[in-house]
């Protein structure tokens, strides 16, 4: 049996010497190497800028859709949008495990997983196209798939219905992070604390903090706030807008009475909402920036501008259990599984 | 004595609520607030964006420059180019402090320092232009500017020549950054090692690992490699591109024995380098991005898509004390002085 590199690069064909990901073309012959995960696909999760281009490209006819889908991966070897260049997740069971991994993976054959590594990477054979669900990116596959070494997936749980699963293991990231920071007694701000990962975080946050400590959710439409406080996730609320550093501070300042935040977690999705963040945080503190929208730039010279000595962490998708962590909490709130159920399942 | 904000905001004449950077206009009266000091300056030294950008309109002509240096001061209260945005700073002696920082600053009356904070925030008032000095963007005046109490600054000292403490200055960051995160033992990775901010942390990290430690220097060019293999900075010398993460990582491999680096300090100044730098670090190590190159998308879906738990600070250009650590390098490494004093001085 083949020895294969932890990151898939042997799968690379063309061009040579680069990651899965960047690669133009992957061999997606099915044959595993002694430390891939082979799986048997039951549904791609198309990532929802790619699906919309396809869509597009299609007018719409579902047969046009399943020919382009077919194309790309024919061509590439993965189900990787040409035009967009993303991809997306998928749903399948365990099929076979390579001996290298034993003792290394709790994985069992049979077991049902969602991937939780880009399809934009993931060797991908398409036999046949079942169902395209076209309201909800789906697309049910009879096909395989090849899961390398460091690849993250997650169990999908038997008690936690499937797309309630997936909505939550979307923004896993977020709570883990937020878990593994706060300590007992920190004052944390979770800006964008009203949005689907911003509440896994309050959750989290408040869970850590204790009783000496403070949760702030800071929300931008009434509506999505009093969603946040009735299921009681934190003890301050604030509606401000996050793109408004001074307005922002101002408000942190009163409810902290001048001391600021220890932690502040940043999950919005719009952009310039980095400055609010730093000056929203206390010297010597921290910011944990999840937002894909923020700038790289506009934190680090912000930070400078204003002279604040803040560490700043970029918002890594993954940490380990991040899945676990993340799903326990659909187990231990009844309150934010039923907002969860309501909201994205 | 009117009371002035930490961050400035009190000058904010046009948009009223922002911060004085994003402001048009900004108070340049030179009354200061009680949190104010106030700078006799004596040399601006423009951003290199914007000083290419009024030479070019000035078609190079001295008068010219001035000119539109002028109106951009008389229009903004600051000089934040129009065009590009950007600043500089300034050298000058210190004339006035506020009460309300006694005992809050150790600066004294007739100190002479560099600002650190850009020009795109600070008040300025331009009595007289004496001397253009086109070829190292530097402009000496006659007149004032004002320094927030959030503004950073380093007081020059008298042994170091005034050219070599301001190309110090401007990646201060960076070395006292690696002087806060490397631990004695640790695995210390270098990426853009040979360049001007680069030699610095090499130098730090040398110090702080220890005897049981190991600092690896990842440069570009044999040149520059070289020039730090002279002065010793390092204990590995690795030639490579940082933009080929395969290559870095099988590089990297090689000197830790597969162990991989417990810091990755990036200090290059091209693009995509982020998967170089999250392959060449071990699982819950730590990477530096000190480059203003990086993109904060490519780092956090770099990461997830190979599953690394690996922790990513953005480089904030200022933590406490910066100035004075990056300056003692200058006293305690004479080959690295020289070296300075070749390239950048
Ligand atoms: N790092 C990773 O691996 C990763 C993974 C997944 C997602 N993300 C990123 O995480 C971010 C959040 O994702 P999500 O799914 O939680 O999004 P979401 O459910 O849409 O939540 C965003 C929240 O931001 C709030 N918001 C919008 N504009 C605001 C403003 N000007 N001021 C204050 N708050 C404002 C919204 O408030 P309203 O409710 O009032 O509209 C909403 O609650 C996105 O940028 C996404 O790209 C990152
Ligand atoms: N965060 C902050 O506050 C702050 C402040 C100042 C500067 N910076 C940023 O820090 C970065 C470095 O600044 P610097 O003044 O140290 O720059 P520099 O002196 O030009 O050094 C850059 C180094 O990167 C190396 N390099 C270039 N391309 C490479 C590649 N493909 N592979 C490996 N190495 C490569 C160069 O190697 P050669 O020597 O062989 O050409 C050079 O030694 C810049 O991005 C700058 O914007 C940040």
Chains 1, 2 share one sequence.
Do not use: W
């Not at 010497?17 to 999760?45: C, F, H, R, S």
């Not at 408000?251 to 977690?265: L, Q």
């Not at 609010?276 to 894909?292: H, P, Q, V």
């Amino acid at each position: 049996m083949k020895k294969g590199c932890p990151y898939g690069t042997h799968r690379v064909i063309e061009p040579k010497g680069v990651l899965p990901q960047p690669a133009l073309k992957i061999d997606n012959n099915m044959e595993i190497y002694d430390n891939e995960i082979l799986i048997d696909v039951q549904t791609l999760n198309i990532d929802s800028a790619s699906f919309t281009q396809i869509k597009e490209e299609a007018g719409g006819d579902i047969e046009k859709i399943k020919e382009i889908m077919m194309d790309i991966v024919n061509t590439r070897g993965k189900h990787q949008n040409p035009v967009t260049g993303s991809g997306g997740m998928l749903i399948g069971r365990v099929e076979k495990i390579g001996p290298a991994l034993e003792g290394k993976t709790n994985l069992k054959v049979g077991d049902k997983i969602a991937t939780l590594v880009s399809l934009s990477l993931t060797p991908l054979r398409i036999d046949e196209i079942l169902e395209v669900r076209k309201d909800i990116d789906q697309v049910d596959i009879r096909g395989k798939a090849i899961l390398f070494e460091s690849g993250i997936y997650a169990v999908l749980p038997d008690d936690i219905p499937e797309n309630l699963a997936l909505s939550v293991l979307d923004v896993a990231g977020a709570p883990a992070q937020t878990a593994k920071l706060v300590k007992p007694g920190d004052t944390v701000l979770v800006i964008g604390g009203a949005g689907k990962s911003g509440m896994l975080c309050l959750y989290e946050a408040k869970k850590r903090v204790g009783v000496t400590g403070k949760v702030i959710c800071l929300g931008y439409s009434q509506e999505s706030i009093d969603r946040v406080k009735e299921a009681n996730l934190a003890d301050y609320y604030i509606k401000a807008d996050a793109t408004n550093a001074v307005e922002v501070m101002e408000k942190i300042k009163e409810v902290t009475n001048g001391e600021m935040a220890d932690i502040t977690i940043n999950c919005v999705n719009v952009p310039n909402t980095e400055m609010a963040s730093i000056l929203a945080t206390k010297d010597n503190g921290l910011i944990y920036f999840f937002s894909m929208a923020t700038s790289f730039t506009k934190a680090a010279l912000g930070a400078e501008g204003v002279g604040k000595d803040v560490t700043m962490i970029i918002g890594n998708g993954y940490t380990k259990g991040h899945a676990e962590i993340a799903l326990q909490i659909m187990r231990e709130s009844e309150e934010l599984r039923k907002i969860y159920e309501e909201l994205y399942a």
